[in-house]
Nanobody, 121 residues
């Protein structure tokens, strides 16, 4: 089992920046195999959850078109932590951001509780 805890959300004006963190905890084998793939998704009321960015253990990253060039996903395997650096934030980036992890690319077996990001215009 793997537990994920997000932090770093908040309220920021348009054009500002935030950095989200996601710390994984659990058994050694759980973290070793269960976090090969980590991702960030966001949920806005009335809309489907959107995959924002994902990263493999070897730091190969992918992004949604809506955040390319503004968001950067990274990870520190020694700290069992994934990050989402969000720059040039827009009001439409507002939402609850969730971290997820899984053993294989595209799998999200574990989810965090979410952290709220609000971008004011």
């Amino acid at each position: 089992q793997v537990q994920l805890v997000e932090s770093g959300g908040g309220t920021v004006q348009a054009g500002g920046s935030l950095r989200l963190s996601c710390v994984a905890s659990g058994s050694f084998s759980g973290i070793l195999f269960g976090t090969n793939y980590m991702s960030w998704s966001r949920q806005t009321p009335g809309k489907q959850r959107e995959l924002v960015a994902a990263i493999t253990r070897t730091s190969s990253a992918t992004y949604a078109d809506s955040v390319k060039g503004r968001f950067t996903i990274s990870r520190d395997n020694a700290k069992n932590t994934a990050y989402l650096q969000m720059n040039s934030l827009k009001p439409e980036d507002t939402g609850a951001y969730y971290c997820a992890a899984g053993p294989d690319n595209g799998r999200s077996d574990y989810w965090g509780q979410g952290t709220q990001v609000t971008v004011s215009s």
